[in-house]
């Protein structure tokens, strides 16, 4: 799986990268070049915003994690990761791996009806709101102005007509790293960490 960078941070699978040499010398000639892994619990930057981030329809990246939206939340948390996500819930629906709530884990994010949907063609089809799954049958969610980020009853929030999908960004039993790059280099996807780690390797090697 590639991943987009979000600002400075990139999200990388490894043993994707397909690099003929281990995983620790790998690290370890991204490290030598001023890259830094990071460790992110999306879940629990999640859980840390219900005590402190207010709800702004409408509110921009830049104002994240103080003002957000129910997107614009889910968009921050996976930035966090090193993770690139539209800004727009019906947007964010078209990437990953479809799921089902029953398959829900830790970080995957689940799609409502809102109040204001948007959708393709079919207004029954329409998304309005999106959260995060905790992996304890709760949704971590931006609710509305009047109590900002909330966690939720998976039940609750799917409603008994209000679901509209499931997504899962990061695989389950695959190794995700999340890398701070460094000021002088520039890195827009993942693959980019391959051809600056060969780039690094020795002639012959």
Known sequence: MEYRAAGSRCAVILDALHLPISRETALAILTGNGFVLVEVDIVALARQCTRTSQYRRGARLSEAPANVDCSSFVKWL????????????????????????????????????????????????GVGHVGIATGNETIVHAAGSTVGVVETPLDQFIGKTKFRGARRYIPIDVEVLTLETPPQREVEISDDIRWIVLQSLPEGA
């Open 78 to 125: 996976y930035a966090q990761r090193g993770i690139w996500l539209p800004r727009r819930s019906i947007q964010q629906l078209a990437l990953g791996q479809q799921i089902s709530p029953n398959e829900l884990v830790a970080g995957d994010v689940v799609f409502v009806s809102g109040w204001i949907d948007y959708y393709h063609d079919d207004p029954a089809h």
